[in-house]
């Protein structure tokens, strides 16, 4: 074979490769709206699909490109959409969630939408007035309005109705104390041979999950209320803290939490009998027509303040597109699309929608939880997780003392002050 | 390995044909280190300069040159001296039980079993490198249990306590480098195994006619031929384990604390958790200057124990 | 093979057997967990004792990955990308490997030893850079962008070269008084005797790619476009909620394929580092 022969191959192969992976690039002759959203589970990707489709039939002048991104956390999901940026090829529109709104807004790299809200007030109203104003007021930074609500969640507690009958309790009631908690958790919790066969309660290392819902009950929060500065000096939320802690190496009713252990599995297999989410869990224990569960809001300490996430959609400011930007923004938040946030029972989804007419309508209803009223109706008395715009950072240095804490390796009163001191040094305190 | 640059001694070849000789090594390897100047020189020249640089990856606009600050910032934070440790930690342990096990286990598969035994051995040990490390994390997590895991109710059976796998900072550390040598013992068992097959049976059966036993049989030949081998899989095991992500990202996402946080986590974490890519570069830096030093001076001394036929 | 002590039952035999045979479990268990996992239902998986073969086939989980997730399609791209970047690397590393061990030219240590030193750079470092260049190169949300670099490996360089210096001088002699050139020495000789050693490369890349998850993270967007690996991230689902039944399942699909490569092409793994000799 000739030299020239092999390079002949060679660059032949080489084309093939190039051939096959370039895109075709087809005549744009609508204008191009790229939407970039977390796929949370595959079973959600088919509603967005529908909306897409209804989407395009609506505005057929507008070519909806939309990207997918799988992730287990809403961080990797960023990482992504970061990289997006990086790279130049930030997308029109993509969905957001009360962590990242200051980050975007603080960096100016979304575009307040007051002006367009102003302007079609009219179309808007009858949204405005089927959501929450706490959900609203959580998009705005600085007096400026980012995000319409899409979805949330909220945390609340999940018990498992059977498990409570076996050890003789009633279903917890709304106004249920802290100190009930308690009680529940060690009634609930099986030791055999001297094993723990049955926790009362599981939790884990995070931030939404598992630290924020007791510093909001015990009427302390993990920020200022401002978010400007670290709150961890609070004795009441060192106790809050240590509450946690006790939970799981005092009372015992509560096993330590690992990063892999997972919580709905056991609670299914009737190893753990509450713990703490959002709607979420509903997609692991409706597939596998797993119905032995009910909520009740979070109990009662000092106080009982719900904490809420929020997500919706900013329009990027290096977008070039706002008019059909907006266009989906405003179509997103319509009746028929945040219907099916609720989801059904072999589909089901994680999220509650921002509309109050659905998140307790007739829809929400069909689908266990019974108690679903505990999602929308605990938004009268809530407050958004803490979220500067240094969140990542934040997040990431509780998370590193909050699990040395829970692994019973660090004292809380240690944890708080040490965490304490980065977070306001991230925070330019 | 440059020792070997045999070139015929005899023969001293013209200058036409030397070019001629340079121009096809430089054609043969044209594709290869073109590929390599455009997509991996090209990134780790940027990376280098991206160090001296404040680069936010969400505002790559407002990037501006920093100096050698991201190198003191570092060097300052005390999370820098826990993740070096870890990590060196982690290779230690794991380029010595790649070696020692890898080793025991060829040397075991070196007897002839029947060949189905053979068969299903060499898969059972290979068949973890085959799968992904995301899996294998999930499939451990659940293992690791503390109190609803498989491992510690069969210890528990044996009267051993129930061992916090991944709830304990030391445990933790076990825990990961358990599973990163169960994931990749099968690599180094095959390639030890291949080496071992090389020694001529010859050499034994001398050995044996001349009445040596067991012990001198494996430290006067196995070893000294098997050298290279070990080299080469140490070289290859540094590398690697000084790179260690995935495992413990997957299994303990760095936890509790830091106490399986390695440098890869670190740099990742600042990268893109923190968006601070110019740090992160710094910090990918002091890394790749480690582990070239290391691997020098590893090739220094392999002079003195690794023997070359 | 060295069968000295073949058959005779000895200490030394029992103990390698004893250990192994516990070795074996060690790496077998975890997977026995997972396909008994991926028939049964969630709440028998978690059971104590160990529930190690399920008490009913069920192929529910299975089902519901294929219902949600394009898995054969997946399956297909990454096929398509692992098969490319395997015969791609054969080649060029081949080429490359050859120049480095037989050929002479200045600068040729150095350029190996820069080669050598992409393997010390973590992927996470130069990622970014990377997703820039691929994307002035309008590569980006295409398998190309995963291909390409893909191409380059500078541990199929060092794995050949370490195999090419283990072929004798005076077969290249006698070819070259014969009057053949690089080339043809390379094509006639070189190549075929190295059939082993390349199927090992083949193999030890093939998996490499096809478990490969940060770059297709990264590089690609499209639905369609997406493979295996990121399908095991999307059944792992929001906050881990995924359903370990339905995970395990996916992980079972995922593995088979890779599995077949491996059962078919094993034998040559040994043969070929047999024959690579890895004598420096």
């Not at chain 1, 490109?65 to 130049?88: N, Q």
């Not at chain 2, 195994?193 to 001349?210: F, R, S, T, V």
């Not at chain 3, 997730?69 to 791209?77: D, E, R, S």
């Not at chain 3, 493979?227 to 699909?253: C, E, F, K, R």
Request: charge should be positive; charged fraction near 15%.
């Amino acid at each position: 074979m000739k030299k020239y022969q092999l390079f002949l191959i060679g660059i032949l192969i080489l084309t093939l490769i190039l051939a096959v992976g370039i895109p075709q690039t087809g005549a744009a002759k609508k204008e191009r709206l790229e939407f970039v959203f977390w796929l949370t589970s595959p079973e959600a990707l088919p509603g967005w699909q529908k909306t897409f489709s209804d989407f395009a039939k609506e505005n057929p002048n507008i070519e909806l490109v939309y990207t997918p991104v799988e992730a287990d956390t809403w961080g990797v999901y960023v990482d992504k959409v970061a990289t997006l940026i990086a790279g130049g090829k930030a997308p029109d529109v993509m969905w957001v969630a009360t962590e990242g709104v200051r980050l975007l807004a603080e960096r100016k790299l979304a575009r307040p939408i007051d002006d367009l809200v102003k302007r079609d007030s009219k179309e808007l109203k009858e949204y405005f007035d089927d959501v929450a104003p706490s959900l609203i007021d959580s998009f705005k930074v600085k007096g400026k309005l980012y995000q319409l609500p899409y979805s949330w969640n909220n945390m609340v507690i999940y018990y498992n109705p059977k498990l409570l009958e076996k050890a003789g309790l009633q279903p917890p009631k709304a106004d249920w104390t802290k100190d009930d908690f308690l009680n529940y958790a060690k009634a609930l919790t099986v030791v055999k041979d001297g094993k723990t066969i049955q926790y009362g309660f599981a939790t884990e290392v995070g931030y939404f999950t598992s630290s924020i819902p007791w510093m909001f009950a015990n009427n302390t929060n993990l920020l200022k209320d401002d978010w400007t500065a670290s709150n961890l000096d609070d004795p009441k939320v060192v106790e809050a803290v240590q509450f946690v802690q006790d939970l799981i190496y005092k009372y015992k009713v509560c096993p330590a939490p690992a990063a892999g252990f997972n919580i709905f599995n056991a609670f299914m297999s009737g190893n753990v009998a509450m713990f703490g989410a959002g709607r979420w869990p509903l997609m692991t224990f409706l597939p596998e027509k797993f119905k032995d569960f009910n909520i009740q809001v979070w109990p009662k300490w000092k106080t009982q303040v719900t904490e809420f996430g929020v997500d919706g959609f900013p329009i990027l400011s290096s977008s070039k597109n706002v008019s059909a930007s907006w266009k989906l923004v405003k179509y997103m938040t319509s009746k028929s699309v945040l219907d099916r946030l609720v989801g059904s029972e072999d589909a089901p989804l994680g999220n509650i929608p921002a509309r109050r007419s659905l998140a307790t309508g007739t829809e929400m209803a069909k689908i266990p939880p019974a108690n679903f009223q505990a999602f929308y109706g605990s938004l009268s008395n809530a407050k958004s997780v803490p979220a500067p715009a240094q969140f990542n950072k934040v997040e990431s240095i509780w998370l590193r003392y909050y699990g040395l804490i829970l692994a019973n390796e660090m004292s809380a009163a240690e944890g708080c002050a040490k965490a304490h001191q980065e977070i306001n040094k991230i925070l330019g305190k | 390995m440059n020792a070997t640059d045999l070139i015929n001694p005899k023969e001293k070849k013209s200058r036409s044909v030397q070019c001629k000789e340079a121009m096809a090594g430089y054609l043969f390897i044209f594709p290869t280190m073109l590929g390599f100047l455009i997509f991996i020189l090209g990134p780790m020249l940027a990376a280098i300069i991206l160090s001296c640089f404040s680069w936010d990856l969400l505002s790559p606009q407002e990037s501006h040159f920093i100096g050698l600050t991201n190198f003191s910032r570092f060097f300052s934070d005390p999370r820098a001296a826990a993740v070096y440790l870890n990590t060196f930690f982690f290779v230690i342990c794991e380029v010595g039980l790649f070696i020692s096990i890898g080793l025991l286990v060829a040397m075991a598969l070196n007897r002839t079993f029947h060949p189905i035994i053979q068969y299903s051995i060499k898969i059972s040990y290979f068949f973890p490198y085959v799968t992904s490390t995301a899996v294998a994390a999930v499939i451990w997590s659940f293992l690791f249990g503390t109190d609803l895991g498989a491992v510690n109710y069969y210890l528990g059976l044996l009267g051993v306590n129930k061992i916090p796998w991944l709830t304990s900072t030391d445990w933790a550390k076990v825990s990961v480098i358990i599973v990163d040598v169960w994931k990749n013992i099968g690599f180094y068992s095959l390639m030890f195994l291949a080496g071992l097959q090389n020694i001529p049976a010859q050499l034994y059966e001398a050995a044996n006619i001349d009445g040596v036993n067991g012990w001198q049989r494996f430290s006067k030949i196995t070893l000294p031929l098997l050298s290279p081998t070990v080299f080469f899989l140490m070289i290859i095991g540094f590398i690697n384990s000084f790179q260690i992500f995935d495992t413990p990202y997957m299994l303990t996402r760095g936890g509790p604390g830091d106490a399986t946080r390695s440098v890869v986590m670190y740099i990742y974490e600042h990268g893109f958790s923190f968006y601070d890519m110019g740090f992160a570069s710094a910090v990918g830096l002091t890394l790749f200057v480690i582990i070239i030093i290391l691997t020098i001076i590893q090739f220094h001394f392999s002079k003195n124990w690794v023997h070359y036929r | 093979m060295s069968q000295l002590q073949g058959r005779r039952l000895n200490p030394a035999n029992i103990i390698s057997i004893a250990l192994i045979g516990l070795g074996m479990v060690v790496m077998f268990a975890p997977f026995v967990w997972m396909f008994s996992t991926s028939f049964s239902t969630v709440r028998e998986a978690y059971s104590l004792p160990p529930r190690w073969i399920p008490s009913a086939f069920r192929l529910d989980s299975y089902q519901r990955v294929i219902k949600f997730i394009p898995l054969y399609l997946y399956m297909w791209n990454s096929l398509k990308i692992t098969g490319l970047i395997t015969i791609g690397q054969l080649i060029f590393c081949s080429a490359a490997a050859y120049g480095f061990a037989r050929l002479r030219f200045p600068g040729r240590d150095w350029w190996f030893a820069l080669l050598l030193s992409s393997m010390m750079i973590p992927t996470q470092v130069t990622i970014v850079p990377i997703f820039i260049l691929m994307n002035r190169l309008h590569l980006y949300n295409t398998h190309a962008s995963l291909i390409l670099p893909g191409l380059i490996s500078a541990f199929g360089v060092f794995f050949l070269r370490q195999y090419f210096l283990t072929i004798p001088e005076e077969l290249e002699e006698s070819a070259r008084i014969d009057g053949a050139g690089p080339l043809r020495i390379f094509t006639r000789i070189f190549i075929p005797l190295s059939g082993p050693s390349l199927s090992a490369l083949a193999i030890i890349t093939f998996l490499y790619f096809w478990n490969e998850l940060f770059r297709p993270l990264i590089f690609l967007s499209d639905y369609n476009l997406k493979t295996v690996p990121l399908a095991m991230v999307m059944l792992q689902g929001q906050y881990g909620a995924g359903n370990t039944a339905v995970i395990m399942a996916g992980a079972s699909m995922a593995v088979l394929p890779v599995l077949l490569v491996f059962i078919v092409a094993q034998r040559y793994i040994v043969e070929g580092i047999v024959l690579t000799g890895l004598k420096g």
